[in-house]
């Protein structure tokens, strides 16, 4: 077991009706002048953001707000809200949505303490050495940005789509009521479950070997995702279903299922970026679409991290013919995959890259990591065009 | 799945020689005058709390210390604690030990800012409201008290042994390293084991019925300490398998495994404080006598919760003969226990009580819980006494 740390310092408020703290919540995390932001309608039109902005009235917060965060947020988006932020001296800003709003406000979050451009610091120029804190009323179970230490923020002018990891940002409280996420539709479930077990996947995927009790974690991450996704897909309103998934959620991200491994390979999630970024697809439905390629071009390298996935989280019954079993292992996960709607191909997922397309994917996947990576195998520029290449 | 809250901000580091880290973690958080706390001389003869001395002196960091902390900690020690501490001005308290040095420096952390007597917060006469942070250093896996919310004093004046819960005392950091535990002995250890399996099977056993994710982790720790423990009593240098346990230790005591459920049953805890009270036995193998009796007394009123934690944890083959199941899951689960070394009775345990002894244990139990306690089932006073006889 690898040596790691743990830090998960946010406050969680988990169940039916936990939205109505939000203003007690806000005022206990010491918050006088909060900026809310919010992506699509639904939380408007649903009247939540008036709830909340009324519960802060009631206590004498003061409040300005954002909206309009769309999937794969913008940087003009955050700078908009640095910008609205610091004109009324916000001191919390508050995200009520997704992922996408979430990383949105942690965004905002480093920028308004800082006079330079928040750009800096996903571009690894410039260190954050402080940030605002952000609270969350969470609608949507998909990124686990509300319990970790990243966002991630797209540049449309440059084309890219940059993670920034920091303590600083992990939020301070987080409100958790699984009915909220009731009005998601299928596609959207679907590609907020993937991304769910993908982030423990990732960590799952490691050199270090096998491990015990953060192993058995991340199968009952994975078993409860494969295990609930169908119920609310059946049932949007099934509660428990969408309260395991929301629990599932936070913890596939929080740190939690990467305890004693080497930090994980993290692979897909950069060349699903890429997709992302050039085409504007769901994030979880792009990881979909490339695991299994990405399985199969790398499996050889930690054969028995890939054996135990198979057996222990796949069910695949145990053989002298390893390989077989792990090959297995992947289908019945693409398998997973597509009986809940998710493509397992770039074309099923939407795009048809030609030639130049896959090699600007390439090039921009490679920049972006800066030249190489992957725990599983260390993967370089030409493994990165052979796996958008092989995922058609 | 009911409501929950989560809330578990301990700063977690952990891995090989991660002492070395505790001067700079004090710095991190603030700290300028440290009481340190710590119990047997173990740890001094060691040179463990020589290093920890110096990293504080190399940076300007004052400090005294208070050893001598016993297993089941005492209230005398805790008054000591607060006298040298308030004489010092320490604002911040450092535990190096395992979880009765850790109960009583956050007894401490309680007392040092408050003028009244620290008694008051455990009788439930005055309530906390604010308490010097605590930090740890873990050499014992056993109670969980490094991410827990809850301590445990006794009062050897009165023969009382009461807890405190609140998340004010959950420590600011934990230094975790699986190696200072290697030179615990083995009836220690198994003793420990018994401790971090009991505060997840207190949670498992409660009236919300059967739960996802939260159900997988709690499978989760119970397996990783059956598989770990014969491996250290084994071989005591096992690190990997001491760090398992040390890991299943914070995670099965931090509130992770009751996420969703009623909050437990916490009877055999009870049951046990009072056997601990009267006749000084080490916390963990207490569980183990009287857990099985328990069991048995109570299966009947959530029989779904047994049969599954048979089937599931135990590997009990199902069958339509649920009660047998449930038998042989409670059979298996004390036959582990005798496999570690662990008594599953009060006269294994040592203490060989009278009638009178029996009547005292179950009036002192019944006076400490406030009339009755438990999820599984509501025991009282004849349920106590009816217990403790039938575990003799």
Redesign the interface.
Known sequence: ?????????T??????G?ENETGELLKRFGAHSVLVIYGSDRVVESGLIGEILDQMDELGIAHAELGGVVPNPRLSKVREGISIGKEKNADFVLAVGGGSVIDTAKAVGYGLPDDGDVWDFYKKIRKPVTAVPVGCVLTLSATGSVMSDSSVISNLETGEKLGLNSDLCRPAFAVMNPQLTMSVGPYQTASGSTDIMMHTMERYFNREGN????D??A???V??IM??TPKVLEDPDD??AR??IM??EA?SHNGLTG??GDGGDWACHKIQHELSAMYDVAHGAGLAAIWGTWARYVYREIPDRFYKFAVDIMDVEPSEDREAVILEGIRRTEEFFRSIGMPVSIRELGPDPDEEALNALADNCSRSVGGSIGSARKLFRDDFYNIYKQAL
Chains 1, 2 share one sequence.
């Open positions: 077991m690898k040596d790691f740390k743990y830090y998960t310092p406050f969680v408020r988990f169940g039916k936990t491990l015990g009790l953060t058995m974690i199968k009952g991450v078993k409860t295990e609930n509660y428990d309260a395991e629990w599932a913890l305890c004693g």
